[in-house]
């Protein structure tokens, strides 16, 4: 079946350009969509974001971004694939999906910083899509009760930011929101 939508890149793109992608993109009202719980899909999403079915790796990438686009998490925390004629549960190790690239503009307050993910959107972290920690694991809020692990080569980025920036504890502006760098609990120290 052929990707009907093409995966955002946002490589080289400003962080308007990227805006304008997200208002033009729509996922299924999987929201809307209760049907009965039919069982297992068999499927796990490891702690680096891979998809597994029955333990062996889904390797196309078009199959994990359509899968990905009708997976919703839960009111118990839980996620499942929802279609409107069924429910099936998915293990999720730490985040259903992978931030694997990031562009920021402006600094401090006025930064911006949008999160390429692996399911072939984006999304731009504040207030609606805060980030936080998840132990050592920054993650960000996609909407739908989903969040994406920002991948590690990512996260360097972002801790170079936050270096750079000075605060106290660590962390990062975006969209007019302060998220702090350091595991809940922690002093930054």
């Not at 429910?87 to 990031?102: D, I, N, Q, R």
């Not at 170079?160 to 990062?172: F, R, S, T």
Request: charged share 25%; hydrophobic share 40%.
């Amino acid at each position: 079946m052929p990707e009907k939508r093409a995966p955002i890149d946002i490589s080289g793109k400003s962080l308007a350009d990227i805006a304008a992608l997200l208002e033009d993109r729509s996922l299924p009202p999987v929201e809307r969509w209760n049907p009965g719980h039919c069982g297992d899909s068999g499927i796990r999403i490891d702690r680096d974001g891979r998809w597994w079915h029955e333990e062996r790796e889904i390797e196309r990438g078009a199959m994990v971004r359509l899968f990905s686009t009708v997976l919703r998490r839960e009111p118990d925390g839980s996620h499942v694939l929802v279609t409107p004629a069924e429910k099936l549960s998915v293990a999720v190790e730490l985040a259903p999906l992978l931030a694997t690239a990031m562009t920021s503009e402006g600094e401090g307050a006025a930064r911006r910083l949008a999160f390429q993910l692996n399911r072939g959107d984006a999304v731009i972290a504040g207030p609606d899509h805060p980030l936080r920690m998840a132990g050592e694991v920054p993650l960000v809020d996609c909407g739908r009760g989903l969040e994406a692990a920002v991948a590690r080569p990512v996260y360097y980025e972002l801790a170079e930011i936050a270096l750079g920036e000075g605060a106290d504890p660590p962390g990062v502006w975006s969209d007019g929101a302060f998220f702090p760098l350091v595991a809940a609990g922690s002093t930054g120290e």
